[in-house]
Structure formats: structure tokens, C-alpha cells
């Protein structure tokens, strides 16, 4: 299996699908995938 491939399974497996359709994933279950150890390095990153 090639990276994009492994890349796409995992974000499917954690997306979530809205009442009308809409994608979106969680932040708590992307900073497992993206191996942060910390919360706080999702905050203020903008």
C-alpha cells in the first residue's frame, strides 16, 4: 500500500459525516493520528 493510500484510510476512519453531509474530523482524534503529545499544540497555531 503507498503512503497516500495509508494517508487516506486513516483521515477516513476517523471522519465524521454531519445530518446534511458535511465531513469533519475532531481534533482530539487528529492529534493521535498526527502523533502530538501535547493538546496545547493545537491552540494558537493560527
Request: glycine share 2%; aromatic share 18%; charged share 35%.
Given at each position: 500500500?503507498q503512503?497516500?493510500?495509508?494517508?487516506?484510510?486513516i483521515?477516513?476512519?476517523?471522519?465524521?459525516?454531519?445530518?446534511?453531509?458535511c465531513?469533519?474530523?475532531l481534533a482530539?482524534?487528529?492529534?493521535?493520528?498526527l502523533?502530538?503529545k501535547?493538546?496545547?499544540?493545537?491552540?494558537?497555531?493560527?
Open positions: 500500500m503512503l497516500k493510500e495509508i494517508n487516506n484510510t483521515f477516513e476512519s476517523i471522519k465524521h459525516v454531519n445530518e446534511e453531509g465531513e469533519y474530523w482530539r482524534e487528529l492529534q493521535q493520528v502523533e502530538y501535547k493538546w496545547e499544540k493545537f491552540l494558537n497555531n493560527f
